[in-house]
Nanobody, 128 residues
């Protein structure tokens, strides 16, 4: 059974940092594009960042550029999202997702529908 499990969320003060992790089981992430998405209360789920299966292409939402960093460790079957300089508007449930397989390509899906496997989410709250 394919499963993604996020961890690392929590409560942090504005300006603080968090590192989210997403571990896969039941399949290897090597061939998959990976993404982080978030959904704030009353809002639609939005993309935050995605990394290709090759790791050679990364895209960020404008809101994440310069503050967030996505990375993947295929040996650990895990994808990360390092979030720095957090703002209250970053408060949301964060989800990781896997799309593909795309077999070590630089392709990054731009539609959420292209991601077939999703985690259950982890809450990030930025508040003083």
């Amino acid at each position: 059974q394919l499963q993604l499990v996020e961890s690392g969320g929590g409560l942090v003060q504005p300006g603080g940092s968090l590192r989210l992790s997403c571990a896969a089981s039941g399949f290897t992430l090597d061939y998959y594009a990976l993404g982080w998405f978030r959904q704030a209360p009353g809002k639609e789920r939005e993309g935050v960042s995605c990394i290709s299966s090759s790791g050679g292409r990364i895209v960020y939402a404008d809101s994440a550029k310069g503050r967030f960093t996505i990375s993947r460790d295929n040996a650990k079957n895990t994808v990360y999202l390092q979030m720095n300089s957090l703002k209250p508007e970053d408060t949301a449930v964060y989800y990781c997702a896997a799309g593909g397989p795309f077999y070590y390509s630089d392709y990054v899906p731009l539609n959420q529908g292209d991601f077939g496997s999703w985690g259950q989410g982890t809450q990030v709250t930025v508040s003083s």
